[in-house]
Each structure stands twice: as C-alpha cells, then as structure tokens.
C-alpha cells in the first residue's frame, strides 16, 4: 500500500504567541535604550580598569557597562570578550540579577580561583547583603512598614474624614444647582406654555377678522351690484326717444312743412 503524500500544511499563526514576541522584542529595545546598551567599544571602554586595585564598594556603585567590564579585571584580571560582556549585561539590566549575586558567582569561578584576586570589602559586602536580604531582616523590614502605617493610619483617618465631608459638600452645592435648575426650567415651561395660549387666542383672533373681512366683501360686493342695477335703469329711463318718434311730430320752426298743399 502506498502512503498517500502529505501536503506541508504551514503552522497555525497564533496571534497571541506573536504579540507577546513583539512586546518581548519592544521591551528589550526599550530597556537597551534606556540604559545606553549601544555596542561599546572595547579597547575605549576597558582603558584604566586594569590598572586599578577595585573594592566591592567601588564595582557595586558603577553603571552597568563598567561594571561588566571592571569585575572581569578584579577577578579574572583580563578584559571580557563581547560575548561575556553581552550576556553580563543583558543579565543585569533585563534579567533584573542583582550586583552582589554576581560578584559571589565571579568570586567563585575556578579562573578567579587559581589567580587567587583579592577583592577589598568583598566579604564584608557579602554578609551585608546576606543579611540585609535574610528572612529577620525582611520581617524587620515588613514590621517597620507596619508600624509606620499604623502610625500614619490617624492621619490617614482624618484625611479620609475631611475627603468625606468635601464630597458632602460637593453633594449640597450639586443638589443645590440642581434645585436651581429645575425651578429654572418650570418657570421657563410655563412662561413657554403662557406664550403658546397668547399666540393661540392671537390666531383665534386673526381667524375671526378674517371671517369679518370676508362677510363684508360679500356685502359690499351685494351693494355693488345693486347700485350697479338702479344706475342702468336710471340710464335707461334717462334715455332720449328714437328718430323715428321725432319724424312724426311737426316741425314748428318750418312754416312750409306745417302748411296743407
């Protein structure tokens, strides 16, 4: 039986897996900014750090990349190389690993070891670390926090009091402007509503008139018409008789005409 051919079916992208890289690689680039993580120069960079007998004091008070540089010369006694530099770096700044973690792991590298480097101050760093961060020490930490809090907590309580009472009387002026506004606005709808019925009862009126006007233009057009009757039978009343009635009658002032033959 012959197996049937697979196709290469790409991966299914998950966009979720993708932003986190993105954020990832935009928080490194950030952080490389931030603290000035452009590639040094080596040769630049590492002239003077040999010739110096360094304290633990002095290598945890540097910047970051001398101090990369400087615990390589106190306990190696040579320059690092841009690997070892980088990655020291990248611990420091993006992996958060604190100094003295780092001079302890330097101490004990088997390098440092057969060189048999001294380094001023460094146990004495060393304890101060170790008990600054051991777990009395933290709880004496955790215990003045509290104490300071509980002596805070009456200060806090009044401002607290006093917030209260300024938003109390924040409350009273809003409720007040609110009242104000609402009396505002009832006596603007009724003065809207008093408006409203005057320019109704103004209609009503114009309406009226204009029933008045048109029953007087029927009237007057009635009188108009009945004047216009009398005037034509006056006319006709005033008229003068026709020629042929004016024919008939005789002609006083022609004696021939008035004469028998």
């Known amino acids: 039986m012959k197996n049937k051919a697979v196709p290469n079916v790409p991966p299914k992208l998950d966009l979720d897996e993708l932003m986190e890289r ?5 928080a490194k680039q950030s952080a490389f900014q931030k603290h ?20 633990a004091r002095e290598l ?22 841009p690997d070892e530099f980088t990655r020291l770096r990248d611990r420091l700044i993006l992996q958060h690993v604190g100094r003295m973690r780092v001079l302890r792991e330097f101490h004990d590298l088997p390098e440092g070891r057969q060189r048999r480097t001294h380094v001023d101050g460094f146990w004495r760093e060393s304890l101060k670390d170790r008990i ?47 009242a104000t506004f609402k009396n505002v606005q009832a006596n603007t709808t009724a003065e809207l509503r008093r408006l409203q019925k005057d320019v109704a009862q103004f209609r009503n009126a114009l309406e009226d008139l204009k029933r008045g006007v048109d029953g007087l233009e029927v009237v007057l057009d009635a009188r108009v018409e009945s004047l216009a009757a009398r005037i034509c039978q006056i006319e006709e009343l005033t008229e003068p008789a026709p020629d042929s009635e004016q024919a008939g009658a005789p002609d006083a002032s022609n004696p021939i005409a008035g004469s028998p033959g």
């Open 22 to 26: 993105i954020r990832s690689e935009l």
């Open 36 to 55: 000035d993580l452009s590639a040094p120069d080596m040769g630049n960079t590492s002239q003077g750090f040999e010739r110096r007998n360094w304290t």
């Open 60 to 81: 945890l008070t540097l910047p970051t990349a001398e101090f990369a540089h400087a615990v390589h010369f106190a306990f190696l006694g040579r320059e690092p190389t």
């Open 132 to 178: 600054y961060w051991s777990p009395p020490a933290k709880l004496g930490r955790f215990a003045g926090r509290a104490i300071g809090d509980l002596s805070r907590t009456p200060q806090r309580i009044r401002a607290f009091v006093n917030r209260m009472e300024s938003l109390e009387r924040g409350w009273a002026e809003l409720s007040m402007a609110t």
